[in-house]
C-alpha cells in the first residue's frame, strides 16, 4: 500500500536553480494539493487540483507552478528557487466522493533548502 | 475566510495525566472541523473529524474532541497520555460546500515526560 509518494525527501538548491517536486498517489484520488510547512505557521496550502487538466491557485502560489496531466501526479515546479522557499512540503490526496468532509491523505514530505 | 487558533505552541504533560489541546475556529458558517497528528520525520495522520450529528467525536489512539457551536471549538482530548503520543497536532477546517480546502491551524507540539 503506497499511498502518497513524494521524491525526493531531501534536496538543497542554490538560489535561481529550479526543480521539480514528486508526487504520486494510487488510490484513484481525484483532489491533490500541496502544502508547505513553515516553523510557527502550520500548513499553508499552494496549489490544488479536482483532476486531470485543472488546477488552482491556494494561499501562497507565488514562484510555484503545477500541472495535472494523469489522476495519479501531481508534480509542483519551482521556477527560481529562492531562500523564502526554504520549506518543507506535502503533497496530499483525498476523494471528491463525500468532499469536502473526507480524510486527506499525506506524503511523508520532502525538505527543500535553498541557499 | 475561514481560520483557525490554536492556543499553545507546546503542551508539556505527564505520562498518565489528561491532555487537552485547544482550537478554535472562524467562520460564518460551521465548517467542517479536523485533528492531524504528525509524528517526527512523517506526514500528516487524521485523528478524527467532525461531522454534523453527533457533537462527540471519537477518534485514533484513544483521542476524542468536542465541536461546541456556541464557543466555536474543537479541542482535542486523552483521558490518559501515553509517551507514544509525543507528536505535533494540527486542527483544521474546511468549508462545508465544495471541495475540500484544508485551513491549518500553527500547530501544537505535545511533549509526555515519564
Known amino acids: 500500500n503506497a499511498g502518497v509518494t513524494q521524491t525526493p525527501k531531501f534536496q538543497v538548491l542554490k538560489t535561481g536553480q529550479s526543480m521539480t517536486l514528486q508526487c504520486a498517489q494510487d488510490?484513484?484520488?481525484?483532489?491533490m494539493s500541496w502544502y508547505r510547512q513553515d516553523p510557527g505557521m502550520g500548513l499553508r496550502l499552494i496549489h490544488y487540483s479536482v483532476g486531470a487538466g485543472i488546477t488552482d491557485q491556494g494561499e501562497v502560489p507565488n514562484g510555484y507552478n503545477v500541472s495535472r496531466s494523469t489522476t495519479e501526479d501531481f508534480p509542483l515546479r519551482l521556477l527560481s528557487a529562492a531562500p523564502s522557499q526554504t520549506s518543507v512540503y506535502f503533497c496530499a490526496s483525498s476523494s471528491l466522493s463525500g468532499a469536502p468532509n473526507t480524510e486527506a491523505f499525506f506524503g511523508q514530505g520532502t525538505r527543500l533548502t535553498v541557499v | 475566510a475561514q481560520s483557525v487558533t490554536q492556543l499553545g505552541s507546546h503542551v508539556s504533560v505527564s505520562e498518565g495525566a489528561l491532555v487537552l489541546l485547544r482550537c478554535n475556529y472562524s467562520?460564518?458558517?460551521?465548517?467542517?472541523l479536523f485533528w492531524y497528528v504528525q509524528y517526527p520525520n512523517q506526514g500528516l495522520q487524521l485523528l478524527l473529524k467532525?461531522?454534523?450529528?453527533?457533537?462527540l467525536v471519537k477518534g485514533i489512539n484513544g483521542f476524542e474532541a468536542e465541536f461546541k457551536k456556541s464557543e466555536t471549538s474543537f479541542h482535542l482530548t486523552k483521558p490518559s497520555a501515553h509517551m507514544s503520543d509525543a507528536a505535533e497536532y494540527f486542527c483544521?477546517?474546511?468549508?462545508?460546500?465544495?471541495?475540500?480546502?484544508?485551513?491549518f491551524g500553527t500547530g501544537t507540539r505535545l511533549l509526555v515526560s515519564p
Open positions: 488510490m484513484n484520488h481525484e483532489y
Open positions: 467532525y461531522t454534523t450529528g453527533a457533537t
Open positions: 483544521a477546517v474546511t468549508p462545508n460546500t465544495g471541495f475540500q480546502k484544508l485551513v
Open positions: 467562520s460564518s458558517v460551521p465548517p467542517y
